[in-house]
């Protein structure tokens, strides 16, 4: 069951946001709010289990009207609370691109993206590696506003600062279809079909993309596959016209 989604009646500070950042927006939906029942999970990344309600946002932050930080992603919230009767279930809140509001700042080795919609925000920080030549996700802020089904709590908040995620070199991009990050056992923020670039985009446009590991996973067995097979159809027409030249031969004597 969805059920109704009250925005909070209170007042959650937001950093000082800057002007002239934008996201495109999709077609309109209404907040998905699911329940499923869910053990305690541990500090981790895992696979999450995607809502069809969430929707791809392109998220970008300017700096003196170039493109400094760009996030093309679907993006799922899903929190652990507890219900009147004591069972702990998750709830999961999809963010509504053409609902949400875009704010942030770039400096020579920092990125911040605040993304501010009715229920809460997302704040992303992005750092520059000058000696790796590298850029990557270091820090989430959360907070969600929501009530869920018989939850005895209504409000829930989360930090990580010491991520490493998202990483590629400067210039790329980053790339994957599917990434959830625990920011805390109770609290993990699900990326889908997800593309991301901080620093050095060239016309606001991505740079060469560096698959994460699970698509790489996926990448390879297919590059055999396909291999092994052009190697069978090479047998097979070695074979075919080895016979054809056979018969040709007996034919003649």
């Known amino acids: 069951p969805h059920p109704t989604t009250h ?12 002007p002239a950042n934008h996201t495109t927006p999709h077609p309109t939906t209404h907040p998905a709010n699911h329940t499923t029942p869910h053990t305690t999970p541990h500090l981790t990344t895992v696979a999450p289990t995607v809502s069809p309600d969430v929707k791809v946002g392109d998220y970008r932050v300017m700096k003196e009207k170039e493109v400094c930080l760009r996030i093309q992603s679907g993006l799922q919230i899903r929190v652990e609370y507890t219900n009147s009767s004591k069972t702990k279930l998750w709830g999961t809140f999809a963010v509504q691109p053409n609902q949400t509001k875009v704010s942030g700042k770039c400096t020579n080795d920092t990125a911040t993206m605040q993304l501010s919609f009715a229920q809460g925000f997302l704040i992303f920080t992005f750092k520059k590696n000058e000696t790796q030549k590298t850029c990557y996700l270091n820090e989430v802020r959360t907070n969600l506003s929501l009530q869920f089904p018989g939850a005895m709590e209504r409000y829930f908040a989360a930090q990580n600062s010491t991520l490493r995620e998202f990483e590629a070199g400067l210039g790329h991009s980053y790339q994957c279809k599917n990434r959830s990050l625990a920011l805390s056992p109770a609290f993990h923020l699900d990326a889908l079909q997800e593309q991301v670039q901080a620093f050095a985009l060239h016309s606001g446009n991505f740079g060469e993309a560096e698959l994460c590991p699970d698509q790489h996973s996926l990448v390879v067995p297919i590059v055999i596959g396909v291999v092994l097979l052009v190697l069978i159809l090479i047998v097979v027409i070695a074979y075919l016209l080895g016979r054809r030249r056979a018969r040709g031969g007996y034919q003649t004597i």
């Open 7 to 18: 925005p909070a009646n209170h007042t959650t500070p937001h950093p000082t946001t800057h």
